[in-house]
């Protein structure tokens, strides 16, 4: 059994809340008690039936105040996976929000509300989907009971978006006719939907391929933590904890360290107390060095063959997430794993719309939600590679030095 | 060689890294073992990231007095065969050092009340981040917690302000009183937790088994007879047997009827049953909609 991270990208009246709850619901993931409870709070509905949009409601003081908060997250498995959903709330703050939810996704579902076809929003998640790599596009074209089921109204909304996918060059994008209120095709197939002659939403989610957006080629490992133990009989120990990200390690590689560039080669390797030949990307492991060379927290331990780049200039597409504007020469902390550096922001290079991909050349004010190609200066070199090649040591956030809070997302270029 | 990760090793992977993370950024963390079944697992997952180191945290129980005597014996033995560093901190010290009203009822619970000891116990030793076994699964309000989730001085949570959390990528940075409650295993469900404990062979205390126990039922729930609960002359009170779901306190958890003396069919019945975990075994969160909400703002982990 493996595990599949997806986003659902829509607002409340593009079924989303429905949809979820409708996954959660015919794939027999919700309890009792929880079903009672929304059932209380749907008894006020005219028509008496349970609004399973209401699984995914949010906290009181959401609902009091008006607020969202940017992720909440939905568990649920079936006998071959077990799912985890990111549900970003739409609305105002919609970007920020994606942005972070797509961010740990292989997949997004977009939904598109088949009276309506594609539109703005759909064009935005489809951006958003790209800038941040997402591997897998799944678009659910939704209340398709409001089209009296037609399969003509799918296949131009199929042609339509085919052009949107060309355009950001998604690869890989497989479309589904659904209606989450009526459970048409979710989990089961529908027979409405005879004429579609794919799976349903649940298999083409139990089948994605996951393992191929892991990385086997590029050896990255940053180092978290140093295990020293302080006992006579361990005394020579010393390994540097750490997982990794991509590639895979094996006794007797020769490695680099960066940013040093010091030179060694694997003496062991530990997971969980035994050791093995071999480690893989995902797994948390010790590794042991044959010299006794300098490496703490935050250094990266490439294998010599396949090193990342090492810069002080980087060039990033910044997801603006503070609610104060990014000024120009501002100091923030660069933080890429579990390296942490000073960074200037040199310059900002453009807008980019994310409803028409339009760069607007040097914009003055940039607000919570833009989306900005910067240039940054770091205080010491850091390792990466280019987010469109490595998601996991192409993505950094940016912190406010004074009020330690994350006000970016850098997908370095 | 196979370069898959069964999502078990995945959740596992996922939980040490943020143990190092929190045993990387911060100089004086904390982990809240609370006895039960998440905090053992999280003690397991430990050992995984740092053997054959010692932990670089000592395990913090908030003792409320009205533990499970099973669950507290459990406890010691864990920690004396871990050779690790255990501080207990008793609501009851609390309550006398503050003045503090002994909660009234039939199920008078201190539940509530641990929020004061457990501040006190982080000012105490100046803990700048505390470890919970925490699951986004139980609860609504949970599933919004971020991993590394950002306390102010009164140890408050508050919604508005979580920062947002990307990639694998966690922002522990704080100022001076405030404290992060970090959450290794949030991706975990109910029955993740049981799979991973099967599969590792982890020991836990005897009242998640079935056993013979004096129970009252109440608005369909049954819960164990104690000291703590005062019984009325119309409570309903037979021997049942009961194992536990969750294990917190005598007077706010309750038991459910079955027959599993052993995990394979504790899972069994996990897998078929139809009620939620907090669901059938909370009393504490029944009182409210949003119980658990108000209390994670006022300083509950």
Known sequence: ???????????????????????????????????????????????????????????????????????????????????????????????????????????????????????????????????????????????????????????????????????????????????????????????????????????????????????????????????????????????????????????????????????STIASIEIAGKEVEEAFAQQSIILHLKDDIDISRGDLIALSGSQPQVEQDLEALLCWMGNKPLVIGNRYLLQIHSRLVKAVVKDIDYRLDVNTLQKEPSPTMIGLNDIVKISLKTASPVPFDSYNKLRTTGGAILIDETSNVTVGACMIQ | MSYRLDYLDQLESEAIHILREVAGQFERPALLFSGGKDSITLVHLALKAFRPGKFPFPLVHVDTGHNFPEALEFRDKLVEQLGEKLIVRNVEDTMRKRHLAEPKGKFASRNSLQTYTLLDVIEEFQFDACIGGGRRDEEKARAKERIFSVRDEFGQWNPKLQRPELWTIYNGRIDKGENVRAFPISNWTELDIWNYIRREKIDLPSIYFAHEREVL?????????????????????????????????????????????????????????KTSERGETRIDDRVSEAAMEDRKKNGYF
Request: with cysteine.
């Open chain 2, 217 to 273: 039922e109440h608005e369909g729930q049954l819960v164990a007879t104690s000291r703590f609960i005062q019984l009325d002359p119309s409570d309903k009170v037979s021997v049942k047997r009961v194992r536990y779901r969750t294990v917190g306190d005598m007077t706010c958890t309750a038991a459910v009827e079955s027959s599993a003396t052993g995990i394979d069919a504790i899972i069994n019945e996990i897998t078929a049953t």
């Open chain 1, 1 to 263: 059994m493996d595990l599949l991270r997806f986003i659902t990208a829509g607002s409340v009246d593009d079924g989303k809340s429905t949809l979820i709850g409708r996954l959660l619901y015919d794939s027999k993931n919700i309890m009792i008690d929880q079903l009672e409870a929304i059932g209380r709070q749907s008894k006020n509905r005219e028509d008496g039936e349970i609004d399973l949009a209401l699984l995914t409601d949010g906290l009181r003081a959401e609902r009091e105040q008006g607020i969202t908060i940017d992720v909440a997250y939905k568990y649920f498995s079936t006998p071959k996976r077990k799912f985890i959903i990111a549900d970003a709330p739409g609305h105002i703050q919609y970007t920020r929000n994606m942005v972070t939810g797509a961010s740990n996704s292989d997949l997004v579902i977009i939904l598109v509300d088949a009276r309506h076809g594609v539109v703005e929003q759909t064009r935005r998640h489809s951006i958003i989907a790209s800038l941040l790599n997402i591997p897998h596009v799944v678009v659910a074209i939704n209340k398709m009971d409001l089209v009296g089921y037609s399969r003509n109204v799918y296949n131009d909304i199929v042609i339509d978006y085919a052009e949107v996918a060309k355009t950001l060059g998604l690869s890989d994008v497989t479309y589904i006719p659904i209606s989450a209120l009526n459970g048409a095709n979710i989990v089961d197939r529908s027979e409405e939907l005879s004429w579609y002659d794919g799976g349903s939403l649940l298999e083409i989610l139990e089948n994605v391929e996951v393992q191929n957006s892991v990385n086997l080629t590029d050896a990255r490992f940053y180092v978290q933590y140093v295990i020293r133990p302080q006992v006579e009989e361990l005394h020579d120990y010393r390994g540097y904890a750490g997982k990794i990200l991509s590639g895979t390690y094996r006794k007797g590689d020769k490695i680099t360290v960066l940013p040093s560039g010091l030179e």
